[in-house]
C-alpha cells in the first residue's frame, strides 16, 4: 500500500510560482510510474503531467505550454511539480498519483491506483 500526500498548494497572484510535492510513504515509489491531475471546480479530473519510473519519461497536458516541471526524487521518495506563470484558469486542486505498472497510458485516471488527498491551487488577483 502506497500513501500519498500532497503539500505546496496556497493563494497566488496571476504570474506567480508554486512547487507541489508529494510524499510517498509505505513503500518505495522508484518502480512506479507517478501522475499530477487536477480538478477545476465544477469539472472533472484532468492530466496534468506524468513521469515514469526512470524519470526520463515525460507526458503533460496540452494546457501547461512549458510552464509546468515535474521531476522525482528516488532517494527521498517524493514527486515535484514546479508550476509557473500561473493563471487563474489554473485554480483547481491538484492531486498525486502512482501507477504500480509505469503504464506508458500516463494521462488516463484508470492507470493509477494510488491518489493523494489533494492540494488545494487557488490563482486570483
Known amino acids: 500500500q502506497v500513501h500519498l500526500v500532497e503539500s505546496g498548494g496556497g493563494l497566488v497572484q496571476p504570474g506567480a510560482s508554486l512547487t507541489l510535492t508529494c510524499v510517498a510513504s509505505?513503500?518505495?515509489?522508484?518502480?512506479?510510474?507517478m501522475g499530477w491531475f487536477r480538478q477545476p471546480p465544477g469539472a472533472d479530473r484532468e492530466f496534468v503531467a506524468g513521469?515514469?519510473?526512470?524519470?526520463?519519461?515525460?507526458q503533460v497536458g496540452y494546457f501547461v505550454k512549458g510552464r509546468f516541471t515535474v521531476s522525482r526524487d528516488h532517494s527521498n521518495n517524493t514527486v515535484t511539480l514546479q508550476m509557473n506563470d500561473l493563471s487563474p484558469e489554473d485554480t483547481a486542486i491538484y492531486y498525486c498519483?502512482?501507477?504500480?505498472?509505469?503504464?506508458?497510458?500516463?494521462?488516463?485516471?484508470?492507470?493509477?491506483?494510488?491518489w493523494g488527498q489533494g492540494t488545494q491551487v487557488t490563482v486570483s488577483a
Open positions: 498519483a502512482a501507477d504500480p505498472d509505469d503504464s506508458h497510458l500516463r494521462s488516463h485516471l484508470s492507470s493509477y491506483k494510488f
Open positions: 509505505g513503500r518505495s515509489i522508484s518502480t512506479y510510474g
Open positions: 513521469i515514469s519510473q526512470s524519470g526520463r519519461q515525460i
